[in-house]
């Protein structure tokens, strides 16, 4: 099955109870025993939903996976990977990290005796001089939010398979319209379904998708144990946003084009950043691995100031100032003050994000409506 087919199609069976096209939402705790032990593979909705069980077939499906697991959030799914590891294991991960990731292995993991090495991961050969023999993990996101960095996941995964380390893939932004790490090597992809999965802005939700049965009962015992499951009502909500990912994905990357290229010839835009450019560092990485360069695109302002780039962003009428991106809808962001005010600023500024640095997670929207609404704001 191909990827568009398999969006709709994918680890789907038609309701066993009426032929209900679209899975049912189960919405229920618990499932009727005929004698102790004498269920339908349903006790309790922790371990087992119908309609979780039917997202998770379909996460497995679209990443080219064999086991898919739902939680509440995506940093719900990242916490269920790091619970993999032991008191004094050590974790490499890219600098230029989603925020709410960088203060969950800060904040919460190195308090339970983990230790994180946040590096630039451009040139995998690099890694190898921070391995020892206590790294199990390495976390790579790709493209990095919000410098859209570029990463080579084959050429990291050939160093993990090397020291027999797991490889973990934050797929949120490429998604797998654009990029399959589990066919690249990686061993863990995982999402905040919240973006691009959903793709309305109407939940939030984490996933992970891994091929290793071994490695995926680990994860169910985890998901199970600690409990961060995601609703039935979410689960049917993400199922049913999957089935419009390639189209939506498709619009994405060509408003994310169109407006990566005005951008870069408005005189009040100093550096555009979009893994499409040819003069894009990694450009030619990005070419390999992905299919088409996404709709997120960076940029900072010739003026260079906090107070510059605020001001853009208020001025933005159809592009809405929120967190958050990967909705149908087009949105702004100012990391600085938002999603990357948790980074204390000395780490911020090492990697690029300045203070006049503007995030758009491009919509759906109609193309000549989106770059109006750009050009009076920068105007
Ligand atoms: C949003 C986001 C997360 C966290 O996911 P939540 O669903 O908000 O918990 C992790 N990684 C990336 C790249 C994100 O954009």
Not at 13 to 32: H, L, N, R
Not at 303 to 319: I, M, N, P, T
Request: proline residues 4%; contains cysteine; aromatic residues 8%.
């Amino acid at each position: 099955m191909k990827f568009n087919t398999k969006t709709i199609h994918g680890g789907q069976e038609y309701d066993k109870a009426y032929g209900a096209v679209m899975p049912p939402i189960y919405q229920t705790s618990t499932y009727a025993q005929s004698t102790p032990g004498g269920h339908k593979g349903y006790e309790y909705s922790r371990t087992h939903n119908p309609t979780r069980h039917a997202l998770e077939n379909a996460f497995a499906s679209i990443e080219n996976g064999e086991y898919g697991l739902a939680f509440s959030s995506g940093l719900a799914a990242i916490d269920g990977v790091i619970k993999l590891l032991q008191p004094g294991d050590e974790v490499i991960s890219t600098n230029d990290l989603y925020g709410g990731t960088y203060r969950l292995f800060t904040k919460i993991f190195e308090r339970f005796g983990i230790k994180f090495q946040f590096i630039g991961m451009e040139n995998a050969s690099d890694i190898e001089a921070y391995i020892t023999d206590k790294t199990k993990l390495i976390w790579v996101e790709t493209p990095t939010n919000p410098m859209m960095n570029i990463i080579d996941i084959k050429s990291i995964a050939s160093v993990t398979k090397k020291y027999n380390i797991l490889l973990a893939v934050d797929n949120t932004f490429a998604t797998p319209y654009l990029q399959r790490p589990l066919d690249l090597g990686a061993d863990i992809v995982m999402h905040s379904a919240t973006k691009y999965i959903g793709g309305h802005s109407d939940l939030v939700m984490g996933a992970l998708i891994v091929k290793d049965e071994e490695l995926s009962k680990k994860l169910y015992f985890i998901q199970n144990a600690s409990g961060a499951i995601c609703g039935p009502q979410d689960s049917f909500l993400a199922l049913r946003g999957i089935k419009t990912l390639h189209v939506r994905m498709q619009r994405h990357c060509e408003n994310g084009k169109a407006i990566a290229h005005f951008l870069k010839t408005h005189d009040k835009v100093d550096q555009v950043y979009w893994p499409g450019f040819e003069d894009h560092p990694n450009h030619t990485i990005a070419k390999d691995q992905m299919d088409d360069f996404g709709g997120m695109i960076s940029f900072t302002t010739k003026d260079d100031s906090y107070q510059g780039a605020v001001h853009v962003v208020e001025k933005l009428r159809l592009f809405t100032l929120a967190e958050s991106l990967g909705g149908v809808e087009s949105l702004a962001g100012h990391p600085a003050s938002m999603t990357h005010a948790s980074i204390p600023i000395e780490e911020r500024q090492k990697i690029g994000v300045k203070d006049s640095l503007i995030r758009l997670s491009v919509g759906i929207e109609d193309i000549e409506d989106l770059i109006a609404d750009l050009k009076q704001a920068l105007d």
